[in-house]
């Protein structure tokens, strides 16, 4: 028996994993806490809402740069090292963004923030492969969800009340007694199983061009990604320069990859047929994710008046009953094959996307929002755990670092595309919509005509308002021409976000016939 295989980890793992997952939590947390606090940046720094939008795109992008390179790093530094590396500078880059007197400043605290903080998912997923037998990864990545999918959807919430009742700076102060408590925690607690342990001197060669193709691929395609719809997209040539870089670095990245020696990342991991199919579903469940969670806030604050705390508010109860979901996943998936769990999941957002998009109307009170999110998430808390767990049951050990970065990549960035293609899809559907609606805003149209006389003649009659009462009427008929053109915007998002969930339902099928603990079954 070798070194590897009589390997046992010191200390309780659970203890290990909570450590981790609340460092990830923190970082997570970082990544949508800031949102709504950009105008109070803008303000406090004398800078303009857009130029304050770099402080969440610098973070994006620099995050997303070291995702697919955190295996080197744990390799080059010792997983231990380069994990507690991370935890030290998010928190001193935390302190940073908080006194930062310049907007400059504070972009260059959130690059460096983002940098260290993309380095602390794959890491954590790979320690909880690690420190956890097959039979009880499930239980592992069910505490890992509470991180991956409730932070994100609590950060606006938590951002905005933060923002409201104190200042944006605590919004990274209150990084620091976690970041301490975690790094002291990290210290005593985490070690390196033999295959994690630091490279000998001379082992490990650097891999520069593999570590610059990626750099240039994934952060011009998050600068793309982040900056395309302020920018008008394609009718801008920065997008346009951005956009070309982004493909030539990840058509680069790809083939360098693949044929390189000694690659920064191992790619070839993607020849297991359960790892590429659960990191598609994975891909298209974050794409779901962190695009409705910004639509159902965005459809709160601009169209139903919410506040920003208020708009936070209805997301917390779907982050709720995804808590609640987990530990029944936990309980099927020893009987029910993994693959069906999955398919169940997606069968689950789908139909909460329809019944969206059914129940979406001007009118929309605060308890139709809740339910209609609350239904939504609980198909998420269907699919997190068991993709995850399904992910790497073909996995040889040794590989676990490089598939754990390849599997949070696959995440995060969907995750970013999902919520630019659709903050997009609302400005071009809405165009959409109206200039549809305006065709039968006419006086030829007779419906139109008499809602205008009807209107016309209220004006005069039940209200003081000065002017026209004819151009009063249509005015107001304008106005409600543009809100139906923004429902009927967010009822095409939900149908597009529908539909990818149930084409990725006949995919669940590609899955190997296994349940939690790996041995092969039928249901």
């Known amino acids: ?39 109070h940046v803008a303000g406090s720094l004398s800078s303009s809402y857009d130029e304050a939008t770099w402080v969440l795109t610098s973070y994006l992008v620099a995050n997303g740069i070291v995702l697919p390179i955190s295996a080197f790093f744990s390799r080059l530094f010792g997983r231990k090292n380069y994990f507690l590396i991370c935890v030290v500078m998010f928190t001193i880059c935390s302190f940073l963004c908080g006194i930062a007197t310049e907007l400059w400043q504070l972009i260059l605290f959130r690059i460096l923030q983002g940098f260290f903080g993309g380095g602390l998912q794959p890491v954590q997923q790979s320690v909880l492969l690690d420190y956890f037998s097959k039979q009880d990864r499930g239980k592992a990545f069910g505490l890992s969800s509470i991180a991956i999918i409730v932070a994100p959807v609590i950060g606006p919430t938590l951002g905005g009340w933060i923002t409201d009742n104190y200042s944006w700076r605590w919004i990274f102060f209150i990084n620091i007694p976690v970041g301490i408590l975690t790094a002291l925690a990290i210290y005593q607690l985490l070690e390196d199983p033999p295959w994690e342990r630091k490279a000998k001197k ?48 990840l058509v680069g990245t790809v083939y360098w990859l693949i044929y390189a020696r000694r690659p920064v990342v191992d790619i070839l991991v ?41 708009a936070g508010l209805v997301l917390t109860p779907g982050a709720f009953f995804i808590i609640l979901t987990i530990p029944l996943v936990l309980k099927l998936m020893p009987i029910v094959q993994t693959r069906f769990i999955i398919m169940f999941g997606f069968f689950c957002l789908t139909a909460s996307f329809l019944y969206s998009g059914f129940q979406m109307t001007p009118t929309l009170d605060f308890t139709s929002l809740v339910i209609m999110r609350s239904l939504q998430s609980i198909g998420l808390g269907f699919l997190f755990v068991p993709l995850t767990t399904i992910a790497f049951i073909t996995i040889p050990q040794q590989l676990n670092a ?11 960035v969907a995750g970013s595309i999902g919520i630019s293609l659709s903050t997009a899809a609302i400005t071009e559907r809405q165009q959409a919509r109206s200039a549809y609606l305006s065709d039968h805003t006419t006086q030829l149209n007779e419906p139109f005509s008499q809602a205008i006389q009807k209107m016309s003649v209220a004006i005069e009659n039940f209200t003081t308002l000065v002017g026209n009462s004819t151009q009063l009427a ?32 006949p995919f669940c099928l590609l899955l190997a016939p296994v349940k939690s603990e790996g041995s092969a079954g039928g249901h």
């Open 1 to 39: 028996m070798t070194d590897a295989q009589r390997w046992q980890p010191r200390c309780n793992p659970w203890l290990v994993a909570l450590t981790v997952t609340l460092a990830v939590f923190m970082e997570v947390l970082d990544s949508t806490i800031v949102n709504v606090a950009l105008p």
């Open 202 to 249: 001379g082992q490990l060669r650097i891999d520069y061009i593999g570590i610059s193709l990626i750099t240039l691929g994934l952060g011009c395609l998050q600068v793309f990604l982040d900056r395309g719809e302020d920018a008008d997209w394609f009718n801008s040539s920065f997008i346009i320069t951005f956009a070309v870089l982004a493909v030539v670095g």
């Open 270 to 310: 993607m020849r297991d047929r359960n790892f590429w199919v659960a990191g598609l579903l994975m891909a298209a469940m974050a794409f779901i994710l962190y695009g409705s969670s910004v639509v159902i806030p965005q459809l709160a604050q601009q169209d139903l008046g919410y506040t920003a705390t208020l």
């Open 402 to 412: 490089d598939a754990s970065a390849l599997f949070t990549m696959f995440r995060n």
């Open 474 to 505: 249509s005015a107001q008929l304008y106005k409600q021409m543009i809100s139906q053109a923004r429902i009927l915007a967010y009822i095409d998002v939900f149908t597009g976000l529908c539909v990818i969930a149930l084409v990725m339902i």
